[in-house]
């Protein structure tokens, strides 16, 4: 039986009379998108149409899940909101600070060991809120979510922007920052902006080398990292049918890459056959009932130009098995020839020391038998590896069928690392090299979502490619990037030659999943005499102090850095070995923006010190502001934010007394973090104006007394000749928004209305 049972029946008890009345309102047939939003409205049942892309809305979602490494920032300060228990099902789950090293069962010591005060801080703060916990080892959050608690036409939130991944099981599931969690359990409306809707229509059908993935690949090439930003993408059409639950998850999860505020398919019966064959047979025969309000209306999918505001198509017959990378998620190249230009044309080792296969994104049962199938395809046909092979098993569960069927033991036959079942180097937890800033330059591929530089090892100088897990297989057997399995041969140890056969698998495993310990512990009902303890003197865990409010007369505010390109959440608050503090603010701190490059001399964490004139770290040089009560400016460019949901990345800056950041544009989530963290996150009306600001820069914010919505605001930027620029600056902040500025922020507010 399904967890949540209850809840999941009065949705769909609900769900009937809130579309019907919606489709009243709005005057036209829905999308599946539209049905979820509209029929989790705060107050209830639907009133008013909203405006895609401007109206802000207050949902209720379902549900709440947490991973370790941002729960911790997220229960800290749920533990400030007075509140005894969640209002809605929450879960934690410990995935993010286990190291992949030696393998499974040494790298989950090791993490048991060294975190184990971060362990027990969560089991105890989950123990007396009433939070499902899962403990270390018991898999990825995602795939986690996907077996256990998704159900379609759900709403829920996560504090990862990959909790999207649930979209392949037909929710509206959407990675927020811990504050947006807060509010939730806290029983308060969640806000979002109305998203726009984006159409993918799949035609044909899926075969051969071209995979799931293959197909979020494809739609990352054509709306690039920031194509989906504010839109929900919505997948439709005979090949999505055709297609597993869990490669839709795969598709779904790595709409995070384009910025999608989420991404889902109508529920269908691939979703019905996941759900029965995950002891969940209970979901299926509720959904079973209403089908059609579970997907969109006929009318949507048969003209879906009227009904979307932009439509792809995708013909799955055509599409061919693709590499994206690397440094970014949406760089796509076809497998074969065309990479091996472009390599040569960019100097890309053609060499692939590693092939990974797992993450949130690539680790179900299915792609670890489909990959599975070609590493047996290499030991019949007498092929060594000419790369190492890494595997992560997307949950215990997973893991334990996969070993039951004897997939593991194929990959072990190669010499392959079985790896926790956990995120590993997907983030960055990884211990490839003991140097990795002077690590060599290299090529990789992986079945993971992001490829950004130093995010899975730590070096930049890692070329880091992302494909489907059988490609994955493929090319790491064969040691190099242009390999194509399609065409190209390969010597075995006999010298002769030999080639691939298309990789074949299981959609669900035949004889059903199975698991004895699945790693998850229940919270007491009544958890009020359960102690959390937190040190005084920890390094991993800090109690937080309420941020004091910036107030309506921000002057002399020095400038912190101006960010050059691309500047993303792992630029801000990088992961890896700094994952170890994400329950320490003031520790953590000691990383921010060190990986953004200074505009005036092109390095990381070298700015200037206007009250030295010395240049230093970025954290060392804001402590310096901070210590004087000076506050300072961070001047970026577009897309800012990108990348992971962490609020450390807007927590951090707060706290060393950043003010306010200007940008070219945000992405979503990141603008939403510093808002809720009474931050000012402010776009430049004429993007050329980034051009006008300069290394010793002081700015004074004019009219700061006046914000309101719908207003822009102005600053004055002092040079150091005396010369000035007046600079009108665009803002998104409603009337709530506007409020927690000025308490200083949203969980100040929280509390507030806590104690009235």
């Known amino acids: 039986m399904a967890f949540d049972i209850d809840m999941i029946k009065e949705v769909y008890a609900n769900m009937e009379a809130r579309v019907d009345a919606a489709r009243e309102i709005v005057g036209k047939p829905l999308t599946l998108s539209e049905k979820i939003l509209y029929s989790h409205l705060w107050d209830g049942e639907p009133t008013k149409a909203y405006v895609r892309g401007k109206d802000y809305v207050e949902f209720s979602p379902d549900r709440v899940a947490c991973q370790d490494a941002t729960a911790q920032m997220a229960l800290l300060q749920f533990m400030q909101a007075g509140k005894p228990k969640v ?202 009932k209403i089908k059609s309000y579970l997907t969109a209306d006929d009318e949507v999918y048969a003209n879906p130009e009227q009904y979307f505001d932009q439509v792809i198509d995708i013909n799955l017959d055509e599409l061919k098995p693709l590499l994206n990378g690397p440094f ?35 680790s179900s049962y299915e792609d670890l038998s489909r990959a599975s199938s070609i590493a047996q395809q290499a030991i019949d046909k007498g092929l060594k590896m000419k790369s190492e092979l890494g595997i992560n098993p997307g949950s215990e569960q997973v893991r334990f069928t996969a070993e039951r069927d004897g997939i593991l033991q194929i990959f072990e036959k190669l010499d392959a690392k079985i790896f926790t079942n956990a995120c590993g180097p997907c983030i960055g937890q990884w211990a490839r090299y003991n140097d990795p800033k002077n690590a060599p330059k290299n090529s990789i591929v992986h079945s993971f979502n992001r490829n950004f530089a130093k995010r899975a090892d730590g070096n930049p100088n890692t070329h880091a490619f992302v494909a489907s897990p059988e490609l994955t297989a493929a090319i790491a057997i064969s040691g190099r990037l242009d390999f194509n399995p399609m065409t190209d041969v390969l010597i075995n140890e006999e010298g002769q030659e030999v080639k691939f056969e298309e990789p074949t698998g299981w959609e669900l495993p035949p004889k059903g999943f199975e698991v004895e310990e699945n790693g998850y512990l229940a919270p007491v009902a009544d958890g009020s005499g359960v102690e959390v303890k937190v040190s005084d003197d920890s390094e991993r865990l800090q109690l937080l102090t309420p941020f004091e409010p910036l107030g309506n007369t921000i002057k ?81 460019d577009h897309n800012y934010g990108e990348g992971s949901s962490r609020e450390h990345a807007a927590m951090q800056p707060r706290h060393l007394g950043v003010a306010a950041v200007i940008v070219k544009s945000f992405a979503r989530i990141h603008e939403t973090n510093l808002k809720k963290q009474g931050m000012l996150g402010l776009t430049f009306a004429n993007e050329s104006d980034y051009d006008l600001i300069q290394e010793d820069d002081t700015f004074n914010f004019l009219d700061l007394n006046q914000f309101e919505e719908d207003k822009p605001l102005h600053v004055e930027v002092v040079h150091a000749d005396g010369s000035k620029d007046t600079i009108k600056l665009n803002h998104t902040y409603n009337k709530a928004q506007i409020a927690w500025y000025n308490e200083g922020s949203a969980l100040n507010l929280i509390k507030k209305e806590n104690a009235a």
Request: hydrophobic fraction near 40%; include cysteine; charge should be negative.
């Open 328 to 362: 970014t998620p949406d760089l796509s190249t076809p497998a074969g020839k065309e990479m091996t230009t472009k390599a040569k044309e960019n100097d890309w080792p053609m060499q692939v020391e590693w092939g990974l296969i797992g993450s949130c994104t690539n």
């Open 556 to 636: 002399g505010a020095k400038l912190l850095i101006k960010a050059f390109g691309k500047c993303t959440t792992d630029h801000i608050s990088m992961a890896g070995p700094w994952l170890r503090f994400r329950g320490h603010l003031d520790n953590i701190a000691n990383n921010t923006l060190i990986g953004a490059e200074n505009a005036f001399n092109m390095k990381t964490n070298f700015v200037k010190n206007q009250l030295t004139g010395e240049y230093g770290g970025v954290p060392d040089v804001q402590r310096a502001y901070k210590k004087e009560g000076i506050l300072s400016v961070v001047v970026g």
């Open 87 to 288: 209002a809605v099902p929450t879960t934690v789950h410990c995935d993010h600070l286990i190291q992949a090293k030696s393998g499974a069962a040494a790298d989950l010591k090791h993490a048991n060991e060294t975190s184990s005060e971060v362990f027990s801080f969560l089991e105890s703060v989950s123990n007396k809120y009433g939070i499902g916990f899962w403990k270390p080892g018991a898999g990825i959050i995602h795939q986690v979510v996907l077996e256990n608690y998704a159900f379609p036409g759900g709403m829920m939130i996560g504090t990862d922007s990959h909790t999207v991944n649930a979209g392949g099981l037909g929710m509206v599931a959407i990675g927020v920052g811990g504050a947006d969690a807060v509010d939730v359990m806290a029983g308060m409306a969640w806000e979002l902006k109305f998203p726009k809707l984006i159409g993918v229509r799949l035609t044909g059908k899926l075969s051969g080398w071209t995979a799931p993935k293959d197909v979020i690949l494809k739609v990352a090439e054509i709306l690039t990292v920031k194509g989906g930003t504010g839109a929900i993408v919505e997948y439709f059409g005979p090949g999505a049918e055709a297609m597993s639950c869990t490669g839709k998850g795969t598709i779904c999860n790595m709409g995070a890459e384009i910025g999608a505020t989420t991404s889902t398919f109508g529920y269908d019966d691939s979703m019905s056959r996941y759900l029965r064959a995950t002891e969940r047979a209970d979901v299926a025969d509720a959904a079973d």
